[in-house]
């Protein structure tokens, strides 16, 4: 006789399900296992994966920064070689104004205009030739008082400086707009 004969029918089929339920629960913890290491695999693939997209994104922005840094740096050297451009054209104006101002006030120079002595019209008669003693040949001439010539040497001053000032301007925007 055998053992199993022995122990009663319903024992031995809760005997049969304990012994499934452990070969079964044995079995799918081993699956579990197995899974387990094979989704742990595939997350150690992306993460790495993940890793070396993170660092060519970091190299690509760094490349960028270190690229508008080097873009930036070119314009303000551009912009600083403009700026002492102009400073160096307004102090050249300034001088030469200056300069002329002083020749005025010693009398060194004189400012005349030149009449035109074919307009009958005007009502005023002017003298064709010259008067003699004088050393101006060709046409008639007036010269200006200088306190007159003063005013229009910084009125000419003022409207050189407005020049230089706008090209200097116009160099900036160029230099800016062409800058991307």
Excluded: F
Aim: hydrophobic share 40%.
């Amino acid at each position: 006789m055998r053992v199993v004969d022995l122990i009663p029918e319903p024992y031995r089929l809760l005997a049969v399900g304990v012994l499934l339920t452990a070969l079964v629960g044995g079995s799918a913890s081993s699956a579990w296992k197995v899974q387990d290491w094979r989704y742990g695999q595939q997350l150690a693939e992306q993460d790495g994966l993940h890793k070396a997209d993170l660092i060519a994104i970091s190299n690509a922005a760094a490349d960028q920064v270190r690229t508008a840094q080097d873009n930036r740096l070119a314009l303000e050297q551009r912009l600083s070689t403009s700026e002492q451009t102009h400073y160096k054209e307004l102090s050249d104006a300034q001088t030469n104004q200056a300069r002329l101002r002083d020749r005025l006030a010693t009398a060194d120079l004189r400012l005349s205009v030149l009449l035109d002595t074919t307009d009958a019209g005007s009502g005023y008669t002017v003298l064709a030739a010259t008067p003699t003693g004088g050393v101006v040949h060709g046409p008639t001439r007036a010269q200006l008082d200088p306190a007159h010539a003063q005013r229009i040497i910084g009125i000419t001053d003022a409207g050189d400086q407005g020049l230089i000032a706008l090209a200097a301007c116009q160099a900036y925007a160029k230099g800016v707009s062409t800058e991307k």
